[in-house]
C-alpha cells in the first residue's frame, strides 16, 4: 500500500505537508500576476525569488525525496514541474493523456477545464470539442490526474454542479456500456472546486477513490 499526499489551489500560498509515498499536486499552485497578460512572466519570476531549484521539496514536502506528479490548472500560466525538480529526485508534469509508471503505480490524466465564461481569461479553458479530445485521451491508470472534477463529484458550489460532463461519461460512465478493456482506476485526484474539497467513492460499483484537494491536501491510501 502506497499514502499518496494529494494538494491543489494553493494559489501562491504554502502548507507544510506530512510524509507520504507521492505528492500529487493538481493546478493552481501558481499566484496570479496584477494582469492576465503578466501572469507567464510573474510566475516565472515567482518561483524563482521564492523557490529556488529543491527548496519546495526541502521546505514543503514532509518527504523530500518522494516523487511529485502535477498538472496544471487554469491559473498557472506556465508549466509547474520547474516547483518540483531537484536532483536525484523523481518529477513527472502531466500534459495532454500522459502515461506513466513509479514505482508499481501508473499515473495518467490531462490538463483542460470547461470554459468559466465568455472572456476565456485563463490557462487551458477548452471548448467541447477540444475538451473530448483531451481527456478522452486518457487511457486507464492507476491514478487519474486532473484539474476539473467529474461532474457531480465533489464538485457543487453555489448551488451547481461545476465539474465536466465529458470527464464523467468517459472514465465513469461509458466504460460500464460494452468497453472490455476499460479498467476502474484506483483514485481520481482533482481540484478547482473550493467550496467542495473531501474524498468520497461516489459512484455505485466503483471502488475509486475521489479526491478533490483544493486550498489544503488529502492523504489517500491506494
Not at 31 to 53: C, L, M, V, Y
Not at 146 to 175: E, F, N, R, W
Request: glycine share 10%.
Amino acid at each position: 500500500m502506497a499514502i499518496l499526499c494529494h494538494a491543489s489551489d494553493w494559489h501562491g500560498q504554502t502548507h507544510p505537508l506530512p510524509e507520504a509515498d507521492f505528492y500529487i499536486f493538481t493546478g493552481d499552485m501558481l499566484p496570479n500576476g496584477p494582469k492576465h497578460s503578466e501572469d507567464p512572466r510573474f510566475q516565472e519570476e515567482w518561483i524563482a525569488e521564492h523557490w529556488p531549484r529543491g527548496d519546495f521539496r526541502k521546505y514543503v514536502l514532509g518527504n523530500p525525496g518522494a516523487p511529485v506528479v502535477c498538472v496544471r490548472g487554469n491559473h498557472d500560466f506556465i508549466d509547474l514541474i520547474g516547483l518540483f525538480e531537484a536532483p536525484k529526485t523523481i518529477t513527472h508534469e502531466i500534459h495532454w493523456g500522459d502515461k506513466f509508471k513509479i514505482d508499481g503505480l501508473t499515473f495518467a490524466g490531462s490538463r483542460g477545464i470547461k470554459p468559466i465564461d465568455e472572456q476565456q481569461w485563463w490557462s487551458d479553458e477548452l471548448g467541447d470539442a477540444e475538451r473530448r479530445k483531451a481527456f478522452e485521451a486518457i487511457p486507464n491508470a492507476d491514478i487519474i490526474i486532473t484539474h476539473q472534477p467529474p461532474l457531480g463529484i465533489l464538485d457543487k458550489a453555489y448551488g451547481m454542479c461545476l465539474g465536466c460532463d465529458v470527464l464523467k461519461s468517459h472514465l465513469y460512465m461509458k466504460p460500464f456500456y460494452g468497453n472490455p478493456n476499460w479498467v476502474a482506476p484506483k483514485a481520481h485526484l482533482f481540484g478547482h472546486i473550493h467550496e467542495c474539497g473531501g474524498q468520497t467513492k461516489h459512484i455505485v460499483g466503483l471502488s475509486t477513490i475521489f479526491s478533490n484537494a483544493a486550498t489544503t491536501y488529502n492523504l489517500i491510501a491506494v
